[in-house]
C-alpha cells in the first residue's frame, strides 16, 4: 500500500506499507498541499469502558458486542486500546477478563486492537467523591493474591492497575509485584495524603488515572493529592478532555506541568456515541446523558460517570480551545500512550512501526477520520 498526504505538522510525505508494517517514508517536494488529506499514527486509548451502546463491564459480554464497539472505535481513529474493567466482584473481574482473552483468539481484528486490560480498582477510596461512580460495595483494600488471580486470568494481558494508596494493608506487596510482572500501577480515585502519593510513586507507581476526577469536591488548597502527583517527576498524567471532565485553565497548567508525561485518553463508556437520556449502568447505575453529551450520575451532576465522547473528540476540544495545536493534541493520544506503555511499534509514522494510519480531514470543527487503516489494510473508510 502507498499512502500519500501531509502530517499535522503539515509535511507532505509519501508512506508504503508491506505485510503491514511501513517501510518506506519519503517527503514530497510540493508547495500545494491544499487537496492532500492529514495523515497520522493510528490513536492508542488507555481507558475504554465500553462504547456504541456496548458495557465492557455487564456480563455476559458477546463477541459481537465486543466486535462492534471495537469497528466504532475504528471509525473514530482508534487502532489500539485497552479495555477498562473497573471495581466488580472478584469473579466478575475473572469472568471479564477471560471472555475478552476468549474472544481475541477468535478473531485477528481483536487480536490486533486489545492490547491488554486497564483494571481500574477495586482497591480504590471508599469515600463518595473519590470512588466515584464505583460500586461501594466492592472496594477493597489492595490484596496481592487477587492481583495474581486476575492476572492469571487474564493470560497475562493486565497491563494497568488504577488504586489508591491511601490503603496500608496490602499496598506496598501489591505495588512491588505489578512492578515486577509488568503491571503499571496508577493512582486514580483517591483520597491519599500527599505523603501516600509520594510513597506509592517510591514503590513504583507510574501515572495518574484521568487527574482532576475522582475526587472530593473540596480539598486543601495546598496539601492535596492532585498537587502532590503534579509534583512527582515519576508520574505520566492521563487528562479526559471532553470538555466536561476538566475546565481547560486546569487542563492548560496540567500541560505546563507534565509537559511530555500528559496521555489524552476517553474513559468513554457505552454511551460513545449514544443519544441523551436517562440510563441504567453497572458504571454509575441511574445515570443521565446530557444533550451536550455530559453524563453524569442522576443522584447528583456534579458527579460523573464517565465520558461518552471518543479521544478523538478530545483531541478536537484541545484543538477548539486553543490549548494544543492538532499535531501535539493527537501526539498526547498516539505516540504519548505507546511510549508510557512501551509499545515497540505502535504510535508514530515511521519505518518499522505498524502501518496503523489515520487518513483524516481538517475543518473549523476540528478532525474527522476519512479512513483508518489496521496493519496495512483499510478497516474504516467514511
Partial sequence: MIITGKTLAEQPIRIYTEAGIISQVEPIATTDTTSLPYIAPGLIDLQVNGFAGVDFNTLPLTKSGITHATEQMLSFGVTGYYPTIITNS????????????????????????????????????????????????????????LVKKWYDASEGQLSILTLS????DGLQETIEYCVAMGIKVSIGHSAATPDQIQQATQLGATMSTHLGNGCDLQIHRHHNYIWQQLAEDQLW??????????????????????????ILTSDTTAFGGMKPGRYQTHIGGDVILTEQGKLHLASNPELLAGSAKSVLDCINYLINSDLLSANSAWNKASYSPSSFMGLKNRGSLEVGQRADIVMLNKNDNGLSVLQTILAGEAVYTA
Fill in 90 to 145: 472478584d469473579d466478575n473481574i475473572c469472568q471479564l477478563f477471560s471472555d475478552f482473552q476468549q474472544f481475541k483468539r477468535n478473531d485477528a481484528q481483536l487480536a490486533q486492537t486489545l492490547l491488554g486490560f486497564h483494571l481500574e480498582g477495586p482497591f480504590i477510596s471508599p469515600n463518595d467523591g473519590p470512588r466515584g461512580a464505583h460500586n461501594r460495595d466492592y472496594v477493597q483494600a489492595p490484596n496481592v493474591s
Fill in 165 to 168: 494508596p491511601e490503603w496500608e
Fill in 237 to 262: 498524567t492521563a487528562i479526559i478532555a471532553d470538555g466536561f471532565h476538566l475546565p481547560p485553565a486546569v487542563i492548560k497548567v496540567i500541560l505546563k506541568a507534565k509537559q511530555d508525561q500528559v
